[in-house]
C-alpha cells in the first residue's frame, strides 16, 4: 500500500507518517518508483506509533 492508504488506515496524517520513519518508529521501506510501499506489518506498526503519540 502507498503512503496515502496507510495515514488512511491510521487516521495519523502523511507527515505524521514521514515523522515515525524519521524517528525510527517505522523502518524504511522498499520503493517502487519514487512511492513508498508499506506492508501489512507497517499497519501494526503506523497504529502502535500514532497510539503512542496521542498519549503524550
Not at 488512511?8 to 522498499?30: D, H, M, N, Q, W
Not at 510501499?37 to 507497517?42: C, I, K, V, W
Request: charged share 25%.
Amino acid at each position: 500500500m502507498r503512503i496515502v492508504e496507510l495515514a488512511k488506515l491510521t487516521g495519523a496524517s502523511l507527515k505524521a507518517i514521514r515523522l515515525y520513519e524519521a524517528k525510527g518508529l517505522l523502518p524504511l521501506v522498499a520503493r517502487d518508483g519514487s512511492y513508498r510501499r508499506y506492508e501489512h506489518r507497517h499497519l501494526e506498526q503506523a497504529c502502535c506509533a500514532a497510539a503512542g503519540q496521542s498519549a503524550e
